[in-house]
């Protein structure tokens, strides 16, 4: 049973940077498309950027050319780099395995249990 926990959330005022982590435990993920998904107070939850096994990404169009989704097989550990960001990018930040459509990408598969997740808040 694959167990995902996220971190490197945090307070960020607009313009600032963060970068997110998220480790796998009791399995390996490299075999899997992996994403960071996004869920904003009283809204779903989206897909927001996905990384292949082969290292292929993409994104979200409202993240595009300022979030960078990479991955560390070695380390069974996927980031998220995240800058210039802006208060609409307010929300819990989870990674799980990459199930849904980004920009015109659709992923199928089955997912893990979801994690903790890590807030991340972007205000003056």
């Known amino acids: 049973q694959v167990q995902l926990v996220e971190s490197g959330g945090g307070l960020v005022q607009p313009g600032g940077s963060l970068r997110l982590s998220c480790v796998g435990s009791?399995?390996?993920?490299?075999?899997?498309?992996m994403g960071w998904y996004r869920q904003a107070p009283g809204k779903q939850r989206d897909l927001v950027a996905a990384i292949t096994k082969g290292g292929s990404t993409t994104y979200f169009d409202s993240v595009k050319g300022r979030f960078t989704i990479s991955r560390d097989n070695a380390k069974n550990t996927v980031y998220l780099q995240m800058n210039s960001l802006k208060p609409e990018d307010t929300a819990v930040y989870y990674c799980n395995t990459a199930v849904g459509q980004v920009a015109n990408t659709k992923f199928y598969g089955s997912q893990y249990n979801w994690g903790q997740g890590t807030q991340v808040t972007v205000s003056s």
């Open positions: 009791g399995s390996d993920i490299s075999n899997n498309n």
